[in-house]
């Protein structure tokens, strides 16, 4: 395979896709859509494209096996989100390459893996690969702000996403040291579970002039105190366990054995107060808690009759949410309403002895021999959890060899994707895909 053609192809494809406006809101995903059908079209790759809601195109292609084995999914989002222009080095929707980088919004969420995925198929196509499963490719709408139009919908439109045995989604990746040798292959099988609260205090209004015990605003403050101050209890998950175990051989010798053992290591008080003062650390040990919106009164003299807080809050699969918010309420003092406005289902995370764990696994020991495959629990959402909640087999990762600064740009200013990275990473696709599906 000529490897330095195939990164032309793609670098090609993912500047033409990058150019291609699909910020959401509005989205306009149905032009991403229209640019994948094209190229599998051209390629003769069956190809469906959804459009549920004007303008939210997803697509489905699907590169036939003997069907021997069920599908694999290859699932990526067409949709990014804003840009703030003026704060970037280049226009985030020009596709410029600079210094061996391409930047641009969704240079890495998520464009670069629709664009490999994609090339994936490509490539075992060309090479007239044959496959005991079909390998299957969604690029979906909506899911920078919830999937409903993408994966939400056609988990129940679309019968062949939910027929799969796996699905690859992005998450996860190649962690790198500081000296660009790989430190960790961070792989996510689970995610924390939305659990999003309104609290409402009442009062009586008048005037700022005049303080008064029955101030909505004092009581929320107060209540509020006592809640964001909840030291939650662990809940340690067997991969949370198995993470710490994996990494315990990089920490500080003092640490190492609290890290093998993290259930123990967290019962003492000097290390648990280190190791949770570590906001990574601290989201997959415990159901947390985030004061993330305040309102209450609108002018400097007026005390109001009521005022809000939004709380969100992520729980552990499998922590129950009734007892959860008993322990909200314990909290809170009687008179403060609370209410559910959001939550996920708790699903358990995807089991890690299976074929495609392993050959993640065989690929990582043969390219970065040492490195250890890390399964993570995602604190944040993605659309894995439509997947999960069908049985579906699902790992978060991204085959992309990134630096901590380089994934802090997600979201961010000057979002941008080393060139080799598109190499790596269909490289390493078809191999896992050969290795599963051939
Ligand atoms: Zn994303």
């Not at 005991?132 to 439109?157: M, S």
Request: contains cysteine; negative net charge; charged residues 25%.
């Amino acid at each position: 395979m000529d490897w330095d053609k195939l990164l032309q192809e793609a670098t090609h494809h993912l500047q033409e896709y990058i150019r291609i406006q699909t910020v959401n809101p509005p989205g306009n995903e149905i032009e991403g859509a229209t640019f994948f059908k094209k190229i599998f079209d051209a390629e003769t790759i069956p190809c469906q494209v959804f459009e549920p809601s004007p303008g939210r195109g997803s697509i489905l292609a699907t590169l036939k096996g003997n069907g021997k084995k069920k599908p694999i999914l290859l699932l990526n989002h067409i949709d990014v989100v804003p840009a703030e222009k003026e704060h970037w080095k280049v226009d985030p929707f020009a596709g410029t390459i600079q210094d061996g980088y391409l930047y641009g919004r969704g240079a890495l969420d998520d464009k670069s893996m629709g664009i490999i995925e994609m090339m994936a198929l490509l490539i075992l196509k060309r090479e007239k690969v044959l496959l005991k499963r079909d390998v299957l490719f969604f690029a979906g709408a909506d899911e920078e702000t919830g999937g409903g139009w993408g994966v939400e919908w056609a988990i129940e439109k679309v019968p062949s996403l939910a027929e799969a045995e796996y699905a690859l989604n992005e998450g996860g990746a190649v962690i790198l040291n500081d000296d660009g040798t790989a430190d960790r292959y961070g792989v996510s099988n689970g995610q924390k579970v939305l659990f999003q609260l309104e609290v409402k205090a009442k009062g009586t209004s008048g005037h700022g002039s005049m303080p008064h015990s029955d101030n909505p605003n004092v009581k929320l403050v107060e209540a509020l105190e006592r809640v964001t101050k909840w030291e939650t209890p662990y809940n340690i998950l067997p991969v949370v366990k198995e993470y710490f175990l994996k990494i315990a051989p990089k920490q500080p010798p003092a640490d190492r054995q609290f890290f093998e053992d993290i259930e123990k290591g967290l019962s003492d008080p000097a290390f648990s107060k280190r190791l949770t003062s570590n906001p990574i650390y601290n989201s997959i040990v415990r159901d947390t808690i985030s004061l993330t919106i305040l309102q209450g009164g609108s002018k400097i003299n007026v005390i109001p009759s009521e005022s809000t807080a939004s709380l969100d809050c992520r729980l552990i699969p499998g922590s129950s949410k009734e007892d959860f918010l008993k322990g909200v309420k314990k909290r809170l003092v009687d008179e403060i309403e609370v209410e559910v406005v959001s939550e996920s289902r708790s699903l358990p995370p995807s089991p890690l002895d299976t074929d495609l764990f392993q050959a993640i696994q065989r690929f990582a020991a043969k390219n970065d021999p040492a490195c250890p495959v890390v399964p993570l629990l995602l604190s944040g959402a993605t659309d894995s959890r439509f997947l999960r909640e069908k049985g579906v087999i699902t790992y978060d990762f991204c085959p992309f060899r990134l630096t901590e600064t380089e994934l802090k740009t997600e979201h961010g200013n000057d979002e941008r994707i080393a060139l080799e990275n598109l190499r790596f990473g269909m490289k390493m696709l078809v191999e896992i895909l050969k290795d599963v599906a051939a």
